[in-house]
């Protein structure tokens, strides 16, 4: 979206609106259609899947949610496997959250605006704090998570009413388009060498990890990866 920088909160909330013309919004309905396949098959009904997008602003945590109640298991164990899925949003908030602050402290409207980070949101973000003064940054975020649940909301209950047409491998691809996107976005937003060699451990680490911890995979290749990656780096600008 090459627009104009918003100079007015209103003006901000309305181009944060407009995230669902994006094309991450694209990628995010793509996401959600395989979503909604995978929750009918897994026995949840449309109202289900609307609760979940409205309430929990995470496909990924959403697919933890539906595998567990698929296979069985107790409220205990799924409630534990989505906390330790939605473990990843915790970075992501803390380094969000203080760019949406300006002078006065609106505490709902910050507490909503923790609600809607995910990857998409922070992306964006981040991608945008730059031309945003931080009176207007609230706002947009604001904005942006309004458009891009309804996208979501869009694209699940249109996946769930089709999933009969899509075939299982075509339900995982679309499951596998955001962290592709996360991927490279990370890839074309990265500025240090230390952010590229974090991506590149992390890549490497993650087939082992996977094996060795599965579960917590995701997390220990953050968390190796980034220290790997930052102790590697601090040592190259010491120097020999």
């Known amino acids: 979206m090459a627009t104009p920088p918003a100079s007015?909160?209103?003006?901000?909330?309305?181009?944060?609106?407009?995230?669902?013309?994006?094309?991450?919004?694209?990628?995010?309905?793509?996401?959600?259609?395989?979503?909604?396949?995978?929750?009918?098959?897994?026995?949840?009904?449309?109202?289900?899947?609307?609760?979940?997008?409205?309430?929990?602003?995470?496909?990924?945590?959403?697919?933890?949610?539906?595998?567990?109640?698929?296979?069985?298991?107790?409220?205990?164990?799924?409630?534990?496997?989505?906390?330790?899925?939605?473990?990843?949003?915790?970075?992501?908030?803390?380094?969000?959250?203080?760019?949406?602050?300006?002078?006065?402290?609106?505490?709902?409207?910050?507490?909503?605006?923790?609600?809607?980070?995910?990857?998409?949101?922070?992306?964006?973000?981040?991608?945008?704090?730059?031309?945003?003064?931080?009176?207007?940054?609230?706002?947009?975020?604001?904005?942006?998570?309004?458009?891009l649940v309804a996208t979501m909301l869009a694209g699940a209950l249109a996946g769930y009413a089709l999933s009969w047409r899509v075939p299982p491998p075509v339900t995982a691809a679309l499951l596998f388009t955001t962290p592709l996107y996360f991927l490279l976005s990370l890839v074309a937003t990265s500025r240090t060498r230390m952010d590229a060699l974090a991506i590149a451990l992390g890549c490497l680490l993650s087939p082992a990890l996977h094996l060795a911890a599965p579960g917590f995979d995701l997390l220990a290749t953050g968390l190796v990866g980034g220290s790997l990656a930052f102790l590697l780096g601090r040592a190259a600008r010491r120097g020999p």
């Open 8 to 147: 007015t909160p209103r003006a901000a909330f309305a181009l944060g609106l407009r995230g669902f013309l994006s094309v991450p919004a694209a990628v995010l309905f793509a996401t959600a259609l395989g979503f909604g396949a995978l929750a009918r098959d897994g026995g949840l009904t449309p109202g289900h899947v609307a609760f979940l997008c409205l309430t929990m602003f995470a496909l990924p945590n959403q697919v933890v949610l539906v595998d567990q109640l698929a296979r069985n298991e107790t409220l205990a164990a799924a409630a534990l496997a989505v906390t330790l899925a939605a473990m990843r949003l915790l970075p992501m908030t803390v380094t969000l959250v203080p760019l949406l602050r300006s002078g006065r402290r609106r505490p709902l409207a910050e507490t909503v605006a923790a609600h809607f980070v995910a990857i998409t949101t922070w992306i964006e973000l981040n991608r945008r704090v730059g031309s945003l003064a931080p009176p207007v940054r609230l706002p947009y975020h604001l904005g942006l998570g309004l458009s």
